[in-house]
């Protein structure tokens, strides 16, 4: 089975904080480092590389640190779901399991044929290059009620007419009973993705995202929006390109 991770299953969002991107938002330059610097404004930050005025309503949620014990597994990196089909494409025909807080199965908007970060594990299904896809939502998101993975029923019926009835059939969507739970045996994955989603989550957070990478060993296969400068002893430990 392949395993895609998200950063925004973890760089996440508290309740009520209605600017929060993960509840839509478009993924422009703008949206990926210039809205961050509107938000942090709004809370009282100089602006740019002041990120900390982001913690109260934008935390790192634990759960993350269990993506260590991949280490060892293929393991990839990049910008942006759009490019996930650089992965598929190497490892064609497999189950997905994406923790995200996002199904990326269809979206209502823009060209539905196109791959894009909302619709590229449905295309994935349609074309052939994924088996099935479990969306394994963050636990954060039993106490966000408007998120997709706060009530599965209501979200697995949003994806109906989004999805032929064959490719919903395929289709599994759950959520983490606590921080790091639901994820698969190392041995069981073949491959590891990992995402920036810079127009989702908090730039605070990507010392953290680089550090998991190095970690990892992980293959860039796009490259990562720079957006705040590494936490000391991180520059000892690249991501290979």
Known sequence: MLLSIDWDAFSGTRE???????????????????????????????????????????????????LRAYAGVPAFVTLS????WTWLERYPGLDVLNLDSHHDLASRSGD???????????????RGLIRTVTTLYPDWHAALPVAE?????????????????????????????QPGSGLPDPAQVTSLLLVQSPAWTNP????????????????????????????????????RS
């Open 204 to 239: 605070a957070h990507d010392p953290a995202l680089l550090a998991l990478a190095a970690v990892l060993d992980a293959q860039v296969i796009g490259p990562l929006l720079p957006r705040t400068a590494p936490e000391r002893g991180d520059e000892e430990k690249p991501v």
């Open 81 to 84: 779901h759009a490019d996930a």
């Open 16 to 66: 009520l904080v209605f600017d929060a991107p993960v509840w839509g938002t478009r993924d422009l330059d703008h949206d990926r480092y210039g809205a961050w610097v509107d938000r942090a404004r709004r809370r009282g930050g100089a602006g740019a590389g002041d990120w900390a005025a982001l913690d109260a309503d934008f935390p790192l949620y634990p759960g993350w640190e269990a």
């Open 112 to 126: 539905p044929t196109r791959v894009r970060p909302g619709n590229w594990a449905g295309l994935g299904l349609a």
């Open 149 to 177: 993975g706060f009530d599965l029923d209501r979200t697995r019926e949003e994806l109906r007419p989004l999805l032929p009835p064959e490719q919903l059939d395929r289709v599994t969507l759950t959520r983490q009973r």
